[in-house]
């Protein structure tokens, strides 16, 4: 908004009569050509208007796109390179999300494409019947199959007290011995020994209330299938050290879902001091496929648990394209198990792995709590079974990768509430789980014979048999697990295939946004070259004041409409920026031209400061529209949420196009209050600058925009305080016919 001198009616509408109305004569009147519209154009008065039209509209788009690419270079250089993120990466060492999600793409969806096309839906049916069995018969009294097995543990002397230097170890193998967060949340439990009965209690309780694993639990214990298969009292013991791992897992992963602050002190200090040693045990470990599983693993946790922290840190709400990523890495963790199910043979379990990955339909919200994933209990309770039979193949791990999926935070999914805080507390305590079992010297590490084959066998075809998600159709596998390797797989195949989705969509904004300049100037020479004709002086005083008035109702539809992804927003963002058409900026390019020529031929402070104002506020509007433009292109795509700290800025700059008719009635009452207005959106911009860098450059460039405009403004307010600008020497200059006088 323009102070002191601004866009008055004169500055827009001329001072010459409202022409006759009459019909054009012969020798005027457009042509037809068998050549082509161009030779129309070169042949007619009229043509030589609407080329004149459109050259100025193309100067006006190449002088904004001139002066963004000015800016850009600006804010990369200087800006940016002063001011600091506060949301760089916080760890450092972490592969970028795009190369992770293309290994992870890479490495597991061809080999399930390949399943899927293979079997098809039919398959699917095929690996149920093959292997079924009868139901399991209802337990002969009425406690729970589960609920029994920890029954003939407590027999066996399975549950004893815990050991304060059991869990000193698992917190030595997890890396966070020196982490004070922990230190004072253990603190209970690493001085007293302490009984588990209450904690395995409570944690059956949940499992019992599964009913895929309460079924299993049945079949296995009809069938006589057993978790050892040699040492009982070996087997015991290795299960206490468990439940001491077990233990820790929930406290630390209870307090991170309720306290994300102390999740990302937490996370942030694991990654930073064990990254190094968990990639070195998977090398040490591991061969093959089983390393690139582990290390894609641990790698797309991290970026999960980044992502994931940081949303709730800048407390916003998901985009849609943040929403589809989540949805996406979650999609991607399950297909990296099932790529590793389908190499060892498990198809069944494969079969339910592509139906928990089909039915993934919600993206996941930001509540007061955290982030929720609208999942549902029997989503959770199959992603639990599911998980379950597939780290029962880990070999001497197993028993632990099963810890992280029993423990009550995450386990108990009784309610469709907890449920929705299922996966990010099973993120919670699968980053623990790999960082602690990556240690040798962790408690409770299973040898391969520990664990029976057929048990392995049976808990995936039950899981197949009593899974309570639909089967998903082959078709509709193919579309989703196209989707996920579009980017991987096809990258290559054609041009825009090599960018990911958010640069892609990135470039469409980019694309809007020119497209938006193109048709807004586009409206000021051809719809305000026909205004300026067709309306008398007074008539045209008051359309234009009209237009002003109407500005900060439009805007604020454009930016509410934005904000909800509806491209109509562009309709009222042209109206409100360009005023109907009315020739604002053209004016200002034609008055600088005028005064250049005079200053050509006669020098004159006068004209000086006239020329310096008239291009002031030419390039400031040239600024403050691509700035407003690029901001609404961005929320229509998608691209950033409409948060508080782009509403900060954006709300002084609508109370300044309140008070547009103000400078018609007092000048200096107007001019105090613009001021005023302007000091709170530059505070607005400064402080929440810092906070912009959580979102794509172009937010930050069009901050930078719209600054630079207001202070135009101002340096033109200042050349014209002291200079009133005067009418075109039109003695002196000959002005170009077919184009906007002021």
């Keep these: 908004m323009r102070v002191f001198a601004g866009s008055s009616v004169e500055d827009v509408v001329p001072s010459y009569p409202r022409p006759e109305q009459e019909m054009p004569s012969q020798d005027l009147a457009p042509r037809r050509s068998s050549i082509g519209h161009g030779d129309l154009w070169q042949s007619t008065e009229m043509g030589e208007k609407r080329k004149n039209e459109v050259h100025w509209s193309l100067v006006l788009v190449c002088m904004a796109l001139m002066n963004f690419a000015c800016l850009a270079a600006v804010q990369v250089s200087i800006i940016d390179a002063h001011v600091a993120s506060p949301f760089q990466k916080r760890f450092d060492e972490k592969d970028s999300a795009t190369e992770i999600y293309e290994n992870a793409a890479l490495f597991s969806v061809a080999p399930l494409q390949a399943f899927v096309r293979s079997r098809g839906r039919d398959g699917f049916h095929e690996v149920s019947a093959s292997s079924a069995k009868p139901a399991a018969s209802a337990p002969k009294d009425s406690e729970a199959c589960v609920l029994r097995f920890a029954r003939r543990l407590q027999a066996s002397n399975g549950l004893k007290e815990t050991k304060p230097a059991l869990f000193r170890k698992v917190m030595d193998a997890a890396g966070l011995t020196n982490m004070t967060f922990v230190e004072e949340l253990m603190a209970g439990w690493l001085v007293t020994p302490m009984q588990t009965a209450g904690f395995v209690n409570k944690t059956l ?59 990302s002190k937490v996370f942030q200090y694991l990654f930073q001091t064990q990254h190094e040693r968990v990639m070195a045990a998977f090398e040490q470990e591991y061969q093959g496929t089983r390393r690139d599983f582990a290390e894609l693993k641990w790698q797309g946790v991290m970026r999960g648990l980044e992502d994931l922290l940081l949303q709730h840190h800048v407390q916003a709400p998901y985009t849609k394209g943040e929403g589809t990523r989540m949805m996406t890495w979650l999609r991607l963790n399950i297909a990296e198990a099932a790529r590793m199910d389908l190499g060892n043979g498990r198809l069944a379990n494969v079969a339910v792995a592509l139906s928990l990955m089909a039915d993934i339909d919600m993206p996941p919200s930001s509540s007061e709590s955290g982030t929720v994933f609208p999942v549902g209990k029997a989503w959770a309770d199959a992603y639990i079974a599911w998980n379950s039979a597939y780290v029962l193949s880990l070999g001497e791990v197993s028993l632990l990768a099963i810890t992280k999926l029993f423990i009550p935070s995450v386990s108990c999914t009784s309610s469709s509430l907890n449920a929705e805080d299922f996966v990010v507390s099973r993120v919670f305590s699968l980053a623990l789980m790999i960082a602690t079992r990556s240690s040798r010297d962790c408690p409770g590490r299973v040898p391969a014979n520990m664990v029976s084959i057929s048990l392995m066998e049976e808990w995936g075809l039950s899981n197949m048999q009593t899974l309570p998600l639909p089967h998903p159709a082959e078709e509709d596998l193919e579309e989703m697990l196209y989707g996920l390797c579009l980017n991987a797989c096809a990258r290559h195949e054609y041009l825009l295939g090599r960018l990911s989705d958010e640069d892609f969509r990135t470039l469409m904004v980019y694309l809007a946004w020119i497209t938006v300049l193109i048709t807004g100037w586009g409206l000021e020479a051809v719809v305000g070259q026909h205004l300026l004709q067709v309306l008398s002086k007074d008539r045209a005083h008051d359309m234009w004041r009209l237009a002003q008035f109407l500005f900060p109702l439009l805007a604020t539809v454009a930016l509410n409409t934005a904000a909800r992804r509806d491209w109509i927003c562009l309709l009222p963002l042209l109206l409100a920026n360009w005023k109907f058409g009315f020739p604002e900026t053209a004016s200002y390019l034609h008055q600088s031209r005028c005064r250049a020529k005079g200053l050509l031929k006669h020098f004159s402070s006068k004209e000086l400061s006239e020329l310096l104002a008239a291009w002031s506020n030419c390039c400031g509007l040239l600024l403050h529209h691509g700035a407003a433009s690029l901001v609404i292109a961005g929320l229509a795509a998608g691209l950033y949420p409409l948060t508080r700290e782009i509403q900060s800025c954006i709300m002084p700059l609508i109370l300044q196009h309140w008070l547009c008719l103000l400078r018609y009635v007092h000048i200096r009452i107007y001019s105090f209050l613009e001021l005023i207005l302007e000091v709170a959106f530059e505070a607005s911009v400064f402080e929440s600058y810092a906070s912009l860098y959580q979102f794509d450059f172009s937010v930050r460039l069009a901050a930078s925009g719209m600054i630079f405009a207001h202070w135009l403004y101002l340096a033109a307010a200042i050349f014209d305080l002291g200079m009133p600008r005067g009418p075109c020497a039109k003695d002196n200059v000959k002005e170009p016919p077919d184009v906007i006088r002021v």
């Design 205 to 263: 309780t949940c499992l019992a209330a599964n009913p895929m694993l309460e079924q299993f639990a049945c079949r296995a214990e009809e069938a006589g299938l057993t978790w050892r298969a040699e040492d009982g009292e070996g087997f015991l013991d290795l299960v206490h050290e468990a439940i001491h791992v077990a233990i820790f897992l929930e406290e630390v992963t209870a307090r991170a879902a309720g306290d994300y602050f102390f999740a």
